[in-house]
């Protein structure tokens, strides 16, 4: 046995009928699923996979926790943390030994998933002719003219989900006040929350989008 003794001790504890211990980091989950693989604990593979997929991994790393599941052709798990991995900028995000084990396939379908919703989520973003500010929007020879907050708020949504696609930050108050307050007019802010029910149903549309791989 070439496992180091405390991790031979974390898997038996895991093997044994006592509470299963709470792993408290990736790379010791890493260690000991090596171990429960090697050795065909299925058992123990099927408690480790409940632990991957934990909120404080999926928060705090949903690319790794995709690179572990996919390595080890764990289909759920990878689907969870791919819809997770829509709240990073993924395409910046510091690089961990794990993604040097996954196959082109399973990172080009991660990729596709990121830019096909992010292409699907701007193309959402129009904003219907009953919107409008009582000072800066109306018809304009004929043709409808947006309030100039939606156009704000359009140039920025458009910015975020090109490398987040989700609707987390774009829908949230600092972001809606940043787009009344870049519109220079003084009345935008009193046509957003009047164009609350215009963005809600934006945001669950946006919401509604495939998340997954």
Not at 151 to 168: H, N, Q, S, V
Request: glycine share 4%; aromatic share 10%.
């Amino acid at each position: 046995m070439s496992e180091l003794g405390s991790t031979l001790q974390r898997l038996l504890h895991f093997v044994y009928p006592v509470p299963h211990p709470t792993i408290s980091s990736l790379d010791e989950l890493v260690t000991i699923l090596e171990a429960a693989v090697k050795y065909e604990f299925l058992g123990v593979i099927t408690s480790l996979r409940k632990q991957l997929i934990s909120p404080d991994f999926l928060s705090n790393d949903p690319t790794r926790v995709f690179a572990i599941a996919s390595r080890n052709d764990f289909d759920y798990e990878a689907q969870v943390a791919s819809r997770h991995t829509l709240s990073i900028d993924m395409f910046n995000c510091p690089l961990s030994d794990d993604l040097r084990f996954i196959t082109a396939h399973s990172y080009h379908r991660l990729f596709v998933l990121h830019k096909k919703r992010s292409a699907d989520a701007q193309a959402l973003l129009k904003i219907p002719e009953d919107v409008k500010c009582l000072q800066c929007s109306g018809p304009y020879y004929g043709a409808f003219v947006p309030p100039k907050w939606w156009k704000e708020f359009e140039r920025m949504a458009k910015a975020e989900l090109a490398t987040r696609p989700t609707t987390d930050v774009i829908f949230s108050m600092p972001f809606l006040a940043r787009a009344a307050e870049g519109s220079g007019c003084p009345r935008c802010a009193g046509s957003i929350l009047d164009a609350h029910q215009f963005l809600s149903d934006l945001k669950r549309r946006i919401d509604d989008l495939p998340s997954t791989i």
